[in-house]
């Protein structure tokens, strides 16, 4: 259990009765994504925070590119963890990528999750027949490519276009930060991994209520993506934030703070 909690630096707060909550961040971000969301919940609920092997300051010798060569290894990670803890009816929180790694964990051990929350969600990036991912193949090709041939310089043009709110800089500059701060290595795979994804056909199996926060103005997960996996987890709830760009957690923690609480007590 000890190696567990600490290859993912797992940070226990909150009422150690209450319902647990664990939130997962993002590409190229760590738990600190969440420091203004998750104390809220602290008053009534365990609130559990981590960060993905590869990311922040979780253990890197513990990173093996095999494993975490899909999302479903984050995925198995986040059951570990949760075993660990010896929680149930866990309330998943996944920010962008880890909405998806979510609903992968759901799968893997369904008894241990009462309901998922998925901030920015998209289960592909890449545009299909039918089906609009917000990229053409080529687009993520020509990202993935920046990333490998200057990582720093993709970090710094590409943060502010997700981030978003160019009138609060800060914003963009703590997303660079973050995003130059992982090593580039694990940047880049991981970056493959998220971006060529497609989890559409794991979205019906979901069978825990769900949210779905839609932000304005999302680059990486438009609006139409939103709408996908709202109609494809049966019973989903699908609340549009006022909020723009990409990370709500860090542009709008209140609206994001009070939508979830509106769907938990729902």
Same mark, same amino acid.
Do not use: Q
């Given at each position: 259990?000890?190696?567990?909690?600490?290859?993912?630096?797992?940070?226990?707060? &909150?009422?150690?009765?209450?319902?647990?909550?664990?939130? =997962?961040?993002? *590409? &190229?971000?760590d738990q600190e994504?969440?420091?203004?969301? =998750?104390?809220? *919940?602290?008053v009534d609920h365990k609130v559990v925070l981590f960060d993905h092997v590869g990311s922040g300051k979780s253990d890197l010798s513990a990173y093996d590119p095999?494993?975490?060569?899909?999302l479903q290894g984050y995925a198995d990670d986040v059951v570990e963890i949760c075993r660990a803890l010896d929680l149930s009816d866990v309330v998943f929180v996944g920010h962008s990528v880890?909405?998806?790694?979510?609903?992968l964990a759901y799968q893997r051990?369904?008894?241990?999750f009462g309901a998922l929350v998925m901030v920015g969600p998209s289960p592909r990036?890449?545009?299909?027949?039918?089906?609009?991912?917000?990229?053409?193949?080529?687009?993520?090709?020509g990202l993935l490519d920046a990333l490998d041939s200057n990582h720093l310089g993709w970090s710094t043009q590409m943060a502010p276009v997700i981030m978003g709110n160019p009138d609060r800089p800060e914003l963009a500059a703590e997303l660079t930060n973050s995003f130059c701060s992982t090593d580039p290595d694990i940047a880049r795979q991981f970056a493959r991994v998220t971006f060529l994804s497609d989890n559409r056909a794991d979205l019906p199996t979901v069978a825990v209520p769900t949210l779905v926060l839609q932000c304005s103005a999302d680059v990486i997960a438009p609006d139409p993506v939103g709408t996908y996996?709202?109609?494809?987890?049966?019973?989903?709830?699908?609340?549009?934030?006022?909020?723009?760009?990409?990370?709500?957690?860090l542009s709008a923690p209140e609206e994001t703070t009070a939508a979830i609480r509106a769907f938990l007590s729902g």
């Open positions: 259990m000890v190696d567990v909690l600490e290859r993912n630096r797992v940070r226990v707060a &909150g009422v150690p009765a209450g319902r647990p909550m664990l939130f =997962a961040h993002g *590409f &190229g971000c994504m969440w420091r203004f969301v =998750a104390p809220d *919940f602290e095999e494993k975490y060569g899909s880890s909405a998806m790694i979510g609903v051990a369904p008894e241990l990036y890449v545009d299909d027949e039918g089906y609009v991912g917000g990229f053409t193949r080529s687009d993520i090709l996996v709202h109609e494809h987890v049966p019973g989903s709830v699908l609340t549009h934030l006022a909020a723009t760009g990409h990370c709500p957690n």
